[in-house]
T-cell receptor
Framework: ETGVTQTPRHLVMGMTNKKSLKCEQH?????MYWYKQSAKKPLELMFV???????ENNSVPSRFSPECPNSSHLFLHLHTLQPEDSALYLC??????????FGSGTQLSVL | AQSVTQPDIHITVSEGASLELRCNYS??????LFWYVQSPGQGLQLLLK??????LVQGIKGFEAEFKRSQSSFNLRKPSVHWSDAAEYFC???????????FGKGTRLHILP
């Protein structure tokens, strides 16, 4: 148990659906991250938030929309996804970018 | 820009045997180096990290890693593996406290009984 909780654990959605992934941490960390993990590819950093402000967006398509309402919660809103977006989406938090605490991830399947 | 290479996609060792997982990095200055482990259906967990000082770093679960600047390597070792060590292992590099962490593609470790 890392202290980072992600829901749901599994999600199946059609290409026209809208869904949201949720991440929550009560570790007092300032930074939160979204990573995408696809088979046979390195972990891809998608977004970084520091003190609720987005500090990094790695050219992620606009069909992925992050939201960080406070330093404990991070959302990833999904709409009109493509089958190639199927992956494990991992949330992480960090007190100082020296160590990442990962959630268990949301396994997303886009049909 | 920094990068990480894990040359072995899969490694199979017998239980009780020693283990070494390879990691090479590319970065101009002294990097921050990490090893993470991911069990099936789980997120990543930090095994150990190197920032400075002693080049041999001890981590959790009996793992250690050695930073070799001349070889740009940060290989992970364990003297005797257990069946529970079967997982995927990721090497990662960062340029500093305010820089993002870049992950390798991972090495999947299989343990033979």
């Amino acid at each position: 148990e890392t202290g980072v909780t992600q829901t749901p654990r599994h999600l199946v959605m059609g290409m026209t659906n809208k869904k949201s992934l949720k991440c929550e941490q009560h570790l007092g960390h300032n930074a939160m991250y979204w990573y995408k993990q696809s088979a046979k590819k390195p972990l891809e950093l998608m977004f970084v938030y520091n003190f609720k402000e987005q500090t990094e967006n790695n050219s992620v398509p606009s069909r992925f929309s992050p939201e960080c309402p406070n330093s404990s919660h991070l959302f990833l809103h999904l709409h009109t996804l493509q089958p190639e977006d199927s992956a494990l989406y991992l949330c992480a938090s960090s007190p100082n970018n020296e160590k990442l605490f990962f959630g268990s991830g949301t396994q997303l399947s886009v049909l | 820009a920094q990068s990480v290479t894990q040359p072995d996609i899969h490694i199979t060792v017998s239980e009780g045997a020693s283990l070494e997982l390879r990691c090479n990095y590319s970065y101009g200055a002294t990097p921050y180096l990490f090893w993470y482990v991911q069990s099936p259906g789980q997120g990543l967990q930090l095994l150990l990290k190197y920032f400075s000082g002693d080049t041999l770093v001890q981590g959790i679960k009996g793992f250690e890693a050695e930073f070799k600047r001349s070889q740009s390597s940060f290989n992970l070792r364990k003297p005797s593996v257990h069946w529970s060590d079967a997982a995927e292992y990721f090497c990662a590099v960062g340029a500093g406290r305010d820089d993002k962490i870049i992950f390798g593609k991972g090495t999947r470790l299989h343990i033979l009984p």
